[in-house]
């Protein structure tokens, strides 16, 4: 059981895993404090008090709503761009590792494939 158990722990989409959930709770904050300290109060400066959970109509506080949204949009762009660079940084190298293990070539598969070719070649004329 515990054979299964480390097999499971260290595989690496488990690894993968709680490597975002770290990297996601830190860049959480990271976007929160952008939008509290940077984005809010530049948005602020257009509005009468400053925040958007201030607007309400009679007892309905839909200000609250699209603070929240707004928050999600953010997040959503700061984690879908973090996903991009690592993407693409990511395959970069599985390119590079392509090309170091690429196995070396038989001398018997380039005959065989020369002959191949060859027989294409007579039985297409």
């Given at each position: ?8 722990a260290?595989?690496?989409?488990v690894?993968?895993?709680a490597?975002a959930?770290?990297i ?9 404090s952008l939008?509290e300290h940077i ?5 602020g400066?257009l509005l009468?008090?400053?925040k958007?959970?201030?607007l309400?109509?009679?007892e ?5 709503f699209?603070?929240?949204?707004f928050?999600?949009?953010v997040?959503?762009?700061a984690?879908?761009?973090f996903i ?9 190298e599985d390119?590079?590792?392509?090309t170091e293990?690429?196995?070396p070539v038989d001398?018997?598969e380039?005959?065989l494939e ?6 294409k070649?007579?039985?297409n004329?």
């Amino acid at each position: 059981m515990w054979k299964d158990f480390k097999e499971f722990a260290f595989k690496g989409n488990v690894l993968d895993l709680a490597i975002a959930v770290v990297i996601g709770a830190a860049f959480g904050k990271i976007v929160t404090s952008l939008v509290e300290h940077i984005i809010m109060p530049t948005i602020g400066l257009l509005l009468p008090s400053g925040k958007f959970s201030s607007l309400h109509y009679k007892e309905i506080l839909y200000g609250n709503f699209i603070q929240s949204v707004f928050d999600f949009i953010v997040i959503a762009f700061a984690i879908f761009m973090f996903i991009r660079l690592i993407s693409k940084f990511k395959r970069k190298e599985d390119a590079v590792a392509i090309t170091e293990e690429a196995p070396p070539v038989d001398s018997k598969e380039v005959l065989l494939e020369e002959i191949r070719d060859l027989l294409k070649k007579q039985n297409n004329a």
